[in-house]
DNA sequence: TGCCTGATCGGCT
DNA sequence: GCCGATCAGGCAC
């Protein structure tokens, strides 16, 4: 799929190639561990909303609520850029391409992703993931462990492509 | 109330 | 590879 924010008018955005999976009272890892709270509470609602959080008093992840009638999401971790690379340029300031959207936080700064969107439709706003017109030929994807975690981290939760050069990093053995 | 940790990044070594 | 910035939430007391 693709992730697109429509900004001023223009589409922006790219293609989804890492995610990690966050499930449940049963993932240590996931803000949806515990109880329901006002920070969490998306994760707790309807698929196919944004789920976004504030991180190291820094950087915004953003999420995809998955489950209907379990709490769960998916964080996307990193887009291949496809549209307005100009516009994340402007966003990102003096950085390289390759780094644009390579991270769960770069990705947000890149299509100026905010908690403005916690808990937005994605089927049909500004902010959306959509079917990748583009997509032919299926790359090998790659099954590991999640990024900069302690607890869960020998859950199998993280998807990539496995030789996609837009990735954060590499497939992690679990 | 206070302490600790974290689904990160960028700069520096 | 290491480290600081920076802050919200969770938990102990």
């Given at each position: 799929k693709i992730l697109l924010n429509r900004i001023g008018g223009t589409w922006r955005g790219g293609r989804i190639v890492e995610t990690e999976a966050y499930l449940g009272?049963?993932?240590?890892?996931?803000?949806?561990?515990r109880r329901k709270t006002p920070r969490n509470s998306v994760m707790f609602g309807p698929p196919g909303r944004a789920y976004i959080y504030f991180i190291y008093g820094n950087y915004y992840c953003f999420n995809a609520v998955a489950h209907d009638g379990l709490a769960g999401a998916v964080l996307v971790r990193a887009l291949e850029p496809l549209y307005d690379l100009d516009g994340m340029r402007r966003a990102r300031g003096n950085c390289k391409d390759l780094l644009l959207c390579k991270g769960p936080g770069r990705l947000c700064m890149a299509l100026e992703i905010?908690?403005?969107?916690?808990?937005?439709?994605?089927?049909?706003?500004?902010?959306v993931i959509a079917?990748?017109?583009?997509?032919v030929i299926p790359q090998e994807i790659s099954c590991g462990g999640r990024i900069?975690?302690?607890?869960?981290?020998?859950?199998?939760l993280r998807f990539c492509y496995?030789?996609?050069?837009?990735?954060?990093?590499p497939p992690v053995k679990v």
């Open positions: 009272k049963d993932d240590p890892a996931s803000h949806a561990a905010t908690k403005n969107y916690n808990g937005c439709d994605l089927s049909g706003g500004d902010l079917r990748d017109k583009n997509y900069g975690i302690q607890e869960g981290k020998l859950l199998p496995k030789d996609n050069r837009y990735i954060s990093r």
